[in-house]
C-alpha cells in the first residue's frame, strides 16, 4: 500500500472515513496489478474527499477549483486517452456546486472514474446543510434540522447514461472496493458513492458522535438495491439503497470524438 | 492532412482570423460556450482543429471550458477559450486557479456592452479592468488588444507565444467590431511566425513550482508525479496553507515574473510620441478611429501623437511617460466610462491633464470627428 503513498502524514480527522475510501481505492487497484500509480491521473476538487489523491498519491494529481474536477479531466482525458483518469471528490463538490458538470460527463459517457465521497454534509468548512444531508438532519447552517430532500447522486448519473454506478458505504469495505475495481475496468463513464462517516461535522450534531456510531447506522439503515426494488417509497425514507445499479456497454466520449477527428482529418 | 491555413491574402472575419491563428500557433485543444460575439471562433475551431487532428469540444459553461482547457494544457499541449463579458466573468475563478498553477493558457474575450447580459450584439471595451482584476487576490495579468482582423491572427499567436514563455495564461481582449468585421489579411509563410512552446523538465527536474522564475513545466502521464495546485504550494507543489513564507515567496514570484518582465512583454505602435503636443492613449476597436482623428488634426495644424496600445497588461507606463514630457494634453478614447483613462493618469502622475472622450452603448464607435471636437474643445480652452 505504502508504494503508492507519498511520505506524508494523511490530513484526515480521528475516525474519517475518507481513509476507508482511499484504502479501498488502492485495493482495487493493487488487485488489478498496478504496481505504481503511473497509468493514473487524479483530478479533485475543493473539500476533505479532493485530499485523498493530493498530495498523498504518488502520482500525477491536479487538485482544482471547487466543482470543477470533471472539467479539468474531460480535458485531460481527451488529450491522453490513454491513461485512467479519475475523479476524487466530496458531495458537495460533485453534487452541489459541480453537479452540472457530474451530469454533462455521464451523458457523454466520458471515460473516467468517479468517486464520490458521500458524508452528507460540508465537512471541511465547519458542517453546512449539503445537497446530501438527509431531512431534518441539524447543521450549522439548518439550526432547526434541515428542510430540505437530499438529492441520489447515483440514480441521477445512471439516468444521465453512465457506463457504470454503484453505492456502498464505508461499512461494506469489500463491496466498495469490487465497486471501484470494475469501476477502473469500466470502458465508459463510471461512477462510485461511497457513503462515509464525518463524525467530526456531522456525526456528533445528529447524535452518532463516533466512527462506529455512524458505521453502525449505515449498517442498519442500508437497504440492497434488489430489496429496494420490491419495497414502497414510504418504507424506504432515510434508507441508504446500496449496491451496483448499472453496468452496461456503449461507446465512450473520447471513442466519439476522436471517430469524429479521425473523419474530419480525411475529409481534410 | 489539413494544417494551418497555406500562405496568402484572405478575407477574414476576426473571429476566424483569430481561429486559423490559433491553429498557426499549434493550439490543439479549444473548449468553449456559445455566446455572442464570440462564437464564430467555436465554429470554426470545431471545424479546423479536428482536421489538423485536435479537439475542440463545446462545455456545458463557462467555468467547465476553461476548466477543460486546463486539464489539455497539463498534457502538454497549447489549449484555448473563446467567450464574452458574461462568460469572461464566469471563467474568473479558473483564470486566477490557471494563473496560480502556472498553467499556459488563452482565453479570448470578444467585449460586448455590459454590465450583465447589457446589449449582447454591441461593441463595448467595458472588460479592461476586469482583465486586471478580475480574479480575487494578488496576481498579474497579460492583456492583449487587436485593432484589425490582421491582429486577430497575429496577436492570438503572440498570446499563446507568452502564455507559453511565462506560464500563465494570456488574455486576447478583443471587442464585437474586430471580432465580427472582415478585412483583407495576410498569413505570413508559417516558417516566418516564430513560435514559443514551453519549457520542459530535464530528468531529475522536480521543482516545477519554484526555484527559477519560470519553471519547467512538465506533462502529466510522463512519471513525473507532478502535483498540481490552486492552494499555496511550496516549489514541489505541495500544500502549504498556513506559511506566510510560502506564500510570499509564490505570489511574489508569480507577479514578479510578469512584472520584471513589463519591457520584454509589452508592444504598442506609436507616432510622433515623443515630440507631439498634444496625445492618445487608445486600444482596440476605438483605435481605429485615432488614425483618421490625426490626419484631420494634423490638417489643423495641431501637432499630434498618439500611442495605441497592442499589450493592455502590463500597462505600457514607459511609453506614456515619455509622451507626457512633451505633450500639454492627452486624450483616451474607450468605449467605457473611463478604464484605461485612470491607468494613463497613474502614468503621467500630473505632469500633464488627461481627458478622457467616452461613448457607450448601441455598439457605436467614437467617431474621427467627435474625437477630434474633443481634443479642438480643450485646446480652444487653453488659447
Known amino acids: ?268 | 492532412m489539413t494544417k494551418a491555413m497555406p500562405p496568402g491574402t484572405y478575407f477574414w472575419q476576426g473571429n476566424e482570423a483569430c481561429a486559423e491563428g490559433a491553429i498557426a500557433a499549434g493550439c490543439r485543444f479549444f473548449a468553449g460556450y456559445p455566446i455572442t460575439p464570440a462564437s464564430e471562433i467555436a465554429e470554426h475551431l470545431t471545424k479546423r482543429l479536428p482536421q489538423t487532428g485536435g479537439v475542440a469540444i463545446q462545455m456545458e459553461d463557462e467555468m467547465a471550458s476553461l476548466g477543460a482547457v486546463i486539464g489539455a494544457s497539463w498534457t502538454g499541449v497549447k489549449a484555448m477559450t473563446a467567450t464574452s463579458g458574461p462568460g469572461f466573468s464566469l471563467m474568473q475563478e479558473n483564470i486566477g486557479y490557471a494563473f496560480m498553477t502556472e498553467t499556459p493558457c488563452v482565453v479570448v474575450d470578444a467585449q460586448r456592452a455590459g454590465p450583465s447580459t447589457g446589449q449582447a450584439t454591441k461593441c463595448g471595451q467595458g472588460d479592461v479592468m476586469q482583465a486586471r482584476w478580475g480574479t480575487h487576490g494578488d496576481y498579474a495579468s497579460i492583456v492583449l488588444s487587436p485593432n484589425s482582423v490582421q491582429e486577430m491572427f497575429d496577436l492570438t499567436i503572440e498570446a499563446f507565444n507568452l502564455a507559453e514563455r511565462y506560464r500563465t495564461p494570456v488574455v486576447l481582449l478583443a471587442d464585437e467590431i474586430v471580432a465580427h468585421m472582415r478585412e483583407r489579411m495576410e498569413v505570413p509563410p508559417l516558417k516566418q511566425i516564430a513560435l514559443v512552446n514551453r519549457r520542459k523538465p530535464k530528468p531529475g527536474n522536480d521543482a516545477f513550482f519554484g526555484s527559477q522564475e519560470v519553471p519547467p513545466m512538465p506533462e502529466v502521464g510522463a512519471g513525473y508525479n507532478v502535483l498540481v495546485t490552486g492552494s499555496t504550494h511550496d516549489a514541489y507543489g505541495i500544500r502549504q496553507t498556513a506559511d506566510p513564507l510560502v506564500h510570499q515567496r509564490l505570489v511574489g514570484r508569480l507577479v514578479g515574473k510578469i512584472a520584471t518582465n513589463a519591457d520584454k512583454i509589452v508592444q504598442f505602435e506609436g507616432s510622433n510620441v515623443e515630440a507631439c503636443t498634444i496625445g492618445i492613449v487608445s486600444y482596440g476597436c476605438t483605435s481605429r478611429a485615432v488614425y483618421e482623428a490625426v490626419e484631420l488634426a494634423k490638417k489643423k495644424g495641431l501637432n499630434i501623437g498618439y500611442i495605441r496600445l497592442k499589450t493592455v497588461w502590463p500597462f505600457p507606463s514607459t511609453i506614456v511617460q515619455t509622451m507626457a514630457h512633451t505633450a500639454d494634453m492627452i486624450f483616451v478614447p474607450e468605449m467605457n466610462l473611463r478604464q484605461i483613462f485612470y491607468e494613463t493618469e497613474r502614468a503621467v502622475h500630473g505632469e500633464v491633464p488627461v481627458f478622457s472622450v467616452n461613448k457607450i452603448g448601441g455598439g457605436e464607435m467614437i467617431t474621427p470627428e467627435e474625437l477630434l471636437a474633443a481634443i479642438l474643445k480643450e485646446v480652444k480652452s487653453l488659447d
Not at chain 1, 5 to 24: E, I, K, N, Q
Not at chain 1, 45 to 66: E, L, M, Q
Open chain 1, 1 to 268: 500500500m505504502r508504494s503508492y503513498l507519498r511520505d506524508l502524514r494523511l490530513p484526515f480527522c480521528p475516525g474519517c472515513g475518507d481513509a476507508t475510501v482511499m484504502h479501498s481505492f488502492l485495493r482495487a487497484v493493487h488487485e488489478l496489478g498496478h504496481k505504481d500509480l503511473r497509468k493514473f491521473v487524479f483530478c479533485s476538487g475543493i473539500g476533505c474527499a479532493a485530499w485523498i489523491p493530493s498530495p498523498y498519491f504518488k502520482a500525477d494529481s491536479i487538485h482544482v477549483t471547487h466543482g470543477r474536477s470533471i472539467p479539468v479531466a474531460t480535458g485531460v482525458k481527451l488529450m491522453r486517452p490513454d491513461l485512467n483518469v479519475v475523479v476524487f471528490g466530496g458531495d458537495g463538490d460533485l453534487a452541489g456546486i459541480g453537479l452540472s458538470h457530474l451530469m454533462h460527463a455521464a451523458r457523454r459517457n466520458l471515460d473516467v472514474v468517479v468517486i464520490m465521497v458521500n458524508n452528507m454534509i460540508y465537512g471541511m468548512t465547519g458542517g453546512q446543510v449539503a445537497p446530501t444531508t438527509p431531512l431534518g438532519a441539524r447543521t450549522t447552517t439548518t439550526p432547526y434540522g434541515s428542510f430540505e430532500r437530499p438529492i441520489d447522486a447515483t440514480r441521477l448519473v445512471v439516468e444521465a447514461g453512465a457506463s457504470y454506478a454503484a453505492r456502498w458505504t464505508t461499512f461494506h469495505r469489500d463491496d466498495l472496493k469490487e465497486a471501484v475495481r470494475r469501476a477502473i475496468l469500466t470502458k465508459g463513464f463510471a461512477f462510485v458513492e461511497a457513503v462515509s462517516q464525518c463524525p467530526t461535522a456531522f456525526g456528533r450534531r445528529v447524535g452518532l458522535k463516533t466512527a462506529a456510531d455512524l458505521l453502525r447506522w449505515f449498517e442498519e439503515n442500508s437497504v440492497p438495491l434488489h430489496e429496494a426494488e420490491r419495497m414502497v417509497e414510504k418504507d424506504l425514507a432515510g434508507k441508504i439503497v446500496v449496491g451496483e445499479f448499472v453496468r452496461r456497454d456503449f461507446p465512450t466520449f473520447s471513442q466519439t470524438v476522436y471517430t469524429m477527428v479521425k473523419g474530419a482529418m480525411k475529409r481534410g
